[in-house]
């Protein structure tokens, strides 16, 4: 089946460990894109990619890294720079709207790191 | 991007309507009004969007007011598997990608 997988669902690091989360996708979609969520909170940017080897910072991007060298994978790095790392990671990606769709997002059911 | 507001949180007896209200007054022309819901702990889903006609899918109904500054979405028979938080998001397009924001939406209770 077509979707999204995010790896590992549940991920507990010491302070000061960077951590990658995993993001694949078999939508043969071109872009894809990183959000946090806080408890109680609504979803927040880090960090997205039109395409392969391009990637453009969202709204909360300081303290985490991507890459984008394969359509299929957009892995995040959360970084010991990251001052709050603990939060449950949404991966995403979407068509372009050229294709007969309007963009819309397609989720993985998530990665959620604490920090311990 | 135009932002929205939602209500917080509301409640909707199994098998009735519910209906979600969502304002995006400051909406542009091009913009899309698009619905996604969150069952807890897994990804958001998308529902259902639309540009300024009313739309019915499977899942649910838009209804969008004519000068699109704010728009309904229904649940026509609610049931307890609807209970999740609910988005309302406008839809800016920065080149392919869609930036989508979401907000905090409006958590929906469906009880018995």
Not at chain 2, 60 to 71: F, G, P, Q, V, Y
Not at chain 2, 79 to 105: E, H, P, Q
Request: charged share 20%; proline share 5%.
């Amino acid at each position: 089946d077509g979707g999204i997988t995010q790896s590992p669902k549940y991920l507990f690091r010491k302070e000061g460990q960077n951590v990658t989360l995993s993001c694949e996708q078999n939508l043969n979609h071109d872009a894809m894109y990183w959000y946090r969520q806080d408890p109680g909170q609504g979803l927040r940017l880090i960090y997205y990619s039109q395409i392969v080897n391009d990637f453009q910072k969202g709204d909360i991007a300081e303290g985490y890294s991507v890459s984008r060298e394969k359509k299929e994978s957009f892995p995040l790095t959360v970084t010991s720079a990251q001052k709050n790392p603990t939060a449950f990671y949404l991966c995403a990606s979407s068509p372009p709207p050229d294709r007969g769709h309007t963009g819309e997002l397609f989720f993985g059911e998530g990665s959620r790191l604490t920090v311990l | 991007d135009a932002k929205t507001t939602q209500p917080t949180s509301m409640d909707c007896a199994e098998g009735r309507a519910a209906n979600l209200p969502c304002n995006h007054s400051t909406i542009s022309g091009n913009e899309y009004v698009y619905w996604y819901r969150q069952i807890h702990s897994q990804g958001p889903q998308y529902i259902i969007h639309g540009l300024k006609n009313n739309e019915t899918n499977e899942m649910a109904s838009l209804i969008i007011t004519e000068d699109r500054k704010s728009s309904t979405l229904i649940l026509p028979h609610a049931t307890l598997r609807d209970t999740a938080v609910y988005y309302c998001i406008v839809m800016s397009n920065t080149g392919t990608a869609s930036k989508l924001t979401f907000g905090t939406g409006t958590r929906l209770q469906v009880t018995l």
